[in-house]
């Protein structure tokens, strides 16, 4: 039972002696009569299950913790209890089991043991992944006051303020971070991926830029190139080019594909056409691929060709609910409601939110 949830009509026997002994029908009447004590009950049989869930709690942790793979960890921990080292490696060991209650008392333990950069992260994760967010970002503040230079502490701040929708707190967090050191790359770099979540594109784009003029890597070059794209700018071409020439990660792929939505969103579909074509040969499942090929042809007024593409596409990858509207869309063109029924309602199934879905159901089905 929850320490917090007490149900007075669940009153175990033991109840009435403690009472008075007396009788049920008395003790109502009392109740009714007396706010005092419904409150003095509840109280005390919320104590009572805290102790007891409190004992059984402790009893489970200790019987954890003394069978394998946990037990010799245990025995060295009772031998040396100012070993931090043990502790963290009884930790990772829990976590890696998904028992996080009892991974936190030993990351907290080797935090009080010895305070430092290393365990504060673990710490913090741990704390994350049993929902306490207030302690985490507690302990980040704290581990900053310490250590203001390392990047990974400013990071993880923002990221905690950003899952749990204190947007401006995050933004806040990025701005002290770039200003204690504006030539880490990493601070650009997630600023603008949080200006980007905040639809805030301008913005975005230069927390990019920034970031790839700092280091130009192969991440934040294909994020950067990824809001050129979207906002149809021609830079995409150059750091598209940029990325090519100098690709040793195996994102290529996505490079030609950004190339060639920009190619396409501004109509050059020959080149568009191409770059999708090399997509699919270097990776014949890769269906967004495929359906911008499949979209060019429907813009063309091909519907037929469309919607070969449109099928190969939900082909390689079925739970793609673009697949299924776009092949809706051409069936809805072509006459045949039926098809395109089943179709919009498959893409809406694969994702709830697909409004454009949803519109198409309600369209054909008049």
Not at 195 to 216: C, F, G, H, R, W
């Amino acid at each position: 039972m929850d320490a917090g949830i007490c149900n007075i009509h669940h009153m175990p026997m033991q109840w009435y002696t403690v009472c008075g002994a007396a009788p049920l029908k008395k003790l109502i009447i009392l109740m009714k009569k007396c706010v005092s004590i419904p409150v003095l009950l509840v109280g005390w049989l919320c104590w009572l299950c805290s102790c007891t869930s409190g004992n059984n709690d402790r009893v489970s942790a200790e019987k954890i913790l003394n069978t394998p793979p946990y037990a010799g960890l245990t025995d060295s921990i009772q031998q040396f209890p100012k070993n931090q080292e043990l502790y963290m490696q009884r930790a990772v060991l829990l976590s890696q089991n998904n028992l996080h209650e009892l991974a936190m008392a030993d990351y907290k333990k080797a935090w009080e043991i010895k305070p430092d950069e290393f365990v504060a992260l673990k710490y913090v994760s741990n704390l994350m992944l049993v929902n306490k967010p207030e302690e985490a970002i507690r302990l980040l503040k704290e581990s900053l006051a310490k250590w203001p230079a390392n990047p990974d502490l400013h990071r993880r701040l923002g990221e905690i303020y950003t899952q749990t929708g204190e947007n401006n707190k995050a933004m806040a967090q990025y701005d002290e971070w770039a200003q204690q050191d504006s030539m880490n790359f990493e601070v650009w770099y997630e600023k603008g991926v949080l200006l980007a979540q905040l639809n805030d594109t301008p913005a975005a784009i230069q927390a990019m830029e920034k970031s790839y003029q700092v280091q130009p890597l192969n991440y934040n070059g294909l994020a950067l190139a990824s809001l050129y794209a979207a906002t149809l700018n021609p830079k995409v071409i150059t750091i598209c080019d940029e990325l090519i020439r100098k690709d040793t990660s195996g994102i290529l792929n996505d490079v030609l594909y950004l190339k060639g939505s920009y190619y396409s969103d501004t109509k050059q579909y020959d080149k568009a056409m191409q770059l999708f074509n090399e997509c699919i040969s270097r990776d014949w499942k890769f269906a967004d691929a495929y359906i911008e090929k499949g979209i060019i042809f429907h813009d063309l007024k091909k519907i037929d060709s469309a919607l070969k593409v449109f099928t190969m596409a939900a082909t390689v990858a079925n739970t793609n609910p673009d697949a299924w509207y776009w092949m809706a869309r051409c069936y809805e063109e072509q006459g045949k409601k039926d098809l395109a029924l089943v179709n919009y309602k498959r893409a809406l199934a694969i994702d709830k939110r697909f409004d454009e879905a949803r519109e198409g159901i309600r369209r054909v089905e008049k």
